[in-house]
């Protein structure tokens, strides 16, 4: 059974950093391009980052290029999300999902909740 | 950027059939994946490449595209089927764009 399960969040002041974590297993990680999708308190879905299966290929929504980073590490089934210079409206749940590009989102994780508060 | 518009809400009876709408530039022309997302919950994908079904997805879960619309649609709708629901395509290769998202109330 796939499982994607998603940790580090928590409440950080506006500034701060916060780093996530995705931890896989039930299907070959080290095959799969994956993603970052947030969705702030009672809004929508929005694509945050995505980065290929070989960490080749790197990508970040303009909202924050510059201030995040997408890693992965292979050899332990691991995805991360670095975050910096955190804002309000960076307030958000935060899901690590399955995606090769032009392809679905297939596997989600259960979300862990950032909240970025003075 | 590519904007992809829905309805903010649908409500349906049971027993009988939702249709969620998804507008976008030339859309046709595009695949089109839509989820599922009940409250507290992530979410799940239903129709992808416009028309096909996961495995595990029930039959009454249907999708088509065409011109500038893409539709969601669920017949003989059951109260299980009350959630969120977001059109999805890939404008480009770095940019996945989500739909505004649609809440179905079943009545």
């Known amino acids: 059974e796939v499982q994607l399960v998603e940790s580090g969040g928590g409440l950080v002041q506006p500034g701060g950093s916060l780093r996530l974590s995705c931890a896989a297993s039930?299907?070959?990680?080290?095959?799969?391009?994956m993603n970052w999708v947030r969705q702030a308190p009672g809004k929508g879905l929005e694509w945050v980052s995505y980065?290929?299966?070989?960490?080749?290929?790197?990508y970040y929504a303009d909202s924050v290029k510059g201030r995040f980073t997408i890693s992965r590490d292979n050899a332990k089934n691991s995805l991360y999300l670095q975050m910096n210079s955190l804002r309000a409206e960076d307030t958000a749940v935060y899901y690590c999902?399955?995606?090769?590009?032009?392809?679905?989102?297939?596997?989600w994780g259960q979300g862990t909740l950032v909240t970025v508060s003075s | 950027s590519y904007v992809l518009t829905q309805p903010p809400s649908v409500s349906v009876a049971p027993g009988k059939t939702a249709r969620i709408t998804c507008g976008g530039n030339?859309?046709?022309?595009?695949?089109v994946h839509w989820y599922q997302q009940k409250p507290g919950q992530a979410p799940v994908l239903v129709i992808y490449?416009?028309?096909d079904r996961p495995s595990g997805i029930p039959e009454r879960f249907s999708g088509s595209n065409s011109g500038n619309t893409a539709t969601l649609t669920i017949s003989r709708v059951e109260a299980g089927d009350e959630a969120d629901y977001y059109c999805?395509?890939?404008?480009?290769?770095?940019?996945?764009?989500f739909g505004t998202g649609t809440k179905v109330t079943v009545l």
């Open positions: 999805q395509v890939w404008d480009s290769s770095s940019d996945p764009r």
């Open positions: 490449y416009d028309s």
């Open positions: 039930g299907f070959t990680f080290s095959s799969y391009s």
């Open positions: 030339n859309i046709g022309s595009k695949s």
């Open positions: 999902a399955s995606a090769v590009i032009f392809r679905p989102f297939d596997y």
């Open positions: 980065i290929s299966s070989s960490s080749s290929t790197i």
